[in-house]
């Protein structure tokens, strides 16, 4: 699937490819109709081609630039190892301690989640948030509950991939979903609050784009002196508790992907629901 533009990179010694569009390559390739999704929207580090992973390469999507149908994609070179482009769970929150957390608010107030047979991502989000869980772990004293916003769209904005590479790629008319979005009082100042949520049954991983992309997409219409904070929230559901693991995180110097570090680690476990 990649080998040709693995081996375009190796020969040009690029750290990160230019972009260009999928349907093309593979046509270029000849490898029938292959789903994109499939191949360049990447969510975790299992879910990275085996020829990429073999060779030291991620795969970002990159939208469709104004005269272009189709979606493009650009690959990056890992430089000090995968964290450069993955927030790994086993990395971040294996051996922290997990605190039972015991919900500030009533017992009618969060009845409503549960009633659910199952909670998705999103009424996992507005668990936490409405339980006080993840105020909590962010350290915000808002007093009223918090509502967060949610959406899908397309949007336009450039990044560097790499710290230490000058390529900045555009991402052009991509779909960006935002799990979560919502405003939270810190140490005396607003603050806003970007959460990336996952669900499974064990620690996994995070494409640090499926982060970064819902930033960007938002940062140009934020009030300059309101700081963005990038959440990532991996929850585990253990017997009859869930396990909220919170990773709330930052840029390493330039606001590049392989930047984007873990600044604060917080895991709680949430019982009856």
């Known amino acids: 699937m ?5 081996q375009e990179m190796e ?3 690029q750290l990160v490819s230019e972009p260009r569009s999928f349907k093309v390559y593979i046509e270029q390739q000849g490898l029938g109709n292959k ?3 499939d191949y360049i929207s990447v969510q975790s580090y299992a879910g990275l081609h085996p020829e990429l992973k073999e060779a030291g ?6 939208g469709a630039p104004q005269g272009s149908k189709h979606t493009h994609f650009a690959l990056a070179k890992v430089q000090n190892g995968w964290s450069d482009f993955f927030l790994i769970d086993e990395e971040i929150f294996s051996g922290q301690p997990v605190e039972t957390f015991v919900p500030s608010e009533s017992a009618q107030d969060l009845l409503a989640f549960q009633l659910l047979p199952n909670l998705t ?3 996992l989000v507005n668990l936490a948030l409405a339980s006080g869980l993840l105020p909590k772990a962010l350290g915000i004293t808002t007093k009223t509950q918090t509502i967060p916003a949610t959406g899908q769209s397309t949007f336009s904005f450039d990044f560097k991939p790499l710290h230490n590479s000058p390529t900045v790629l555009g991402h052009q008319n991509g779909q960006v979903e935002i799990d979560a979005l919502f405003v939270g009082q810190r140490d005396g100042k607003k603050c806003l609050f970007v959460v990336e949520a996952k669900s499974g049954k064990k620690l996994d991983s995070l494409a640090k ?5 819902p930033v960007l997409a938002i940062k140009q219409s934020v009030p300059i002196d309101m700081p963005v ?3 990532y929230l991996r929850t585990i559901r253990k017997g ?3 396990e909220f693991n919170i990773a709330e995180c930052d840029f390493h110097g330039e606001e590049a992907l392989s930047n984007m570090m873990v600044k604060q680690v917080k895991c709680y476990s949430l019982y009856g629901f």
């Open 2 to 6: 990649f080998s040709q533009a693995i």
């Open 11 to 13: 020969q040009s010694g």
């Open 35 to 37: 789903r994109t999704a």
């Open 57 to 62: 390469y991620t795969v970002l999507r990159l």
């Open 121 to 123: 991502e999103t009424s």
């Open 209 to 213: 784009q499926k982060l970064l992309y």
């Open 229 to 231: 904070i990038p959440v």
């Open 240 to 242: 009859d508790a869930i």
